[in-house]
C-alpha cells in the first residue's frame, strides 16, 4: 500500500467516527522509524476506542498491515502503528497535557482539519500534500494536482 493511499484511508476512518481535530505530520526530516504520524482527538474512552479500532480495520481492508495497538485498554491514548504511519488517538484531556503538536513541531503539518470540518462545514477544502502533490479531498474522492514552486525572480519584489 503506498503512502498516499495509507494515509488517505486511516483520514477517512477518523472521519467516519467523528474523531476531532485530525493533524497529519510529515516526519521523514525528524525521524526515519515512520514518514508520518496522525494525531487525532475522541472525546471518551469509547470514542477512542471506536476510533482506533476503525482505523485499524480500514487498514486492513485495504490491504495494509497493522503492526499493533497499545492503550486499549484504557482507551485514554491510544497508538496504531501502520508500519509508515503512527496514529495517536487521544482523549482531549490528555492531548492538551502531551502536546505531541509541539514535541513535534519540526513536522511539517500536512493537514488539519478542526471538530467542524469533519462534521462536513469545510470537508471539501481539506487537502492531504504527499511529496510535492496535493490531494484535494472531496466527498466523491481525490483529485491530485502538483504543487508549484515560485520561480525566482516573479514575486514582484526588487
Known amino acids: 500500500m503506498t503512502l498516499v493511499k495509507l494515509v488517505k484511508t486511516v483520514v477517512d476512518a477518523l472521519e467516519e467516527i467523528k474523531a476531532r481535530d485530525i493533524d497529519v505530520l510529515d516526519v521523514r526530516k525528524i525521524t526515519t522509524l515512520f514518514d508520518r504520524m496522525i494525531i487525532a482527538s475522541g472525546d471518551s474512552n469509547r470514542h477512542t476506542k471506536a476510533i482506533a479500532n476503525n482505523v485499524a480495520e480500514k487498514v486492513k481492508a485495504a490491504g495494509g498491515t497493522v503492526y499493533g495497538m497499545e492503550g486499549e485498554g484504557t482507551g485514554e491514548w491510544i497508538l496504531v502503528d501502520l508500519g509508515d504511519v503512527l496514529v495517536h ?70
Do not use: C, F
Open 89 to 158: 488517538v487521544m482523549q482531549v484531556a490528555a492531548r492538551a497535557h502531551y502536546n505531541l503538536e509541539e514535541l513535534w513541531a519540526g513536522a511539517r503539518n500536512i493537514k488539519r482539519m478542526s471538530a467542524s470540518s469533519v462534521n462536513g462545514e469545510s470537508r471539501a477544502k481539506s487537502s492531504i500534500s504527499v511529496n510535492g502533490e496535493a490531494a484535494a479531498r472531496t466527498d466523491s474522492g481525490v483529485k491530485k494536482k502538483k504543487v508549484s514552486k515560485p520561480e525566482a525572480g516573479k514575486d514582484g519584489g526588487d
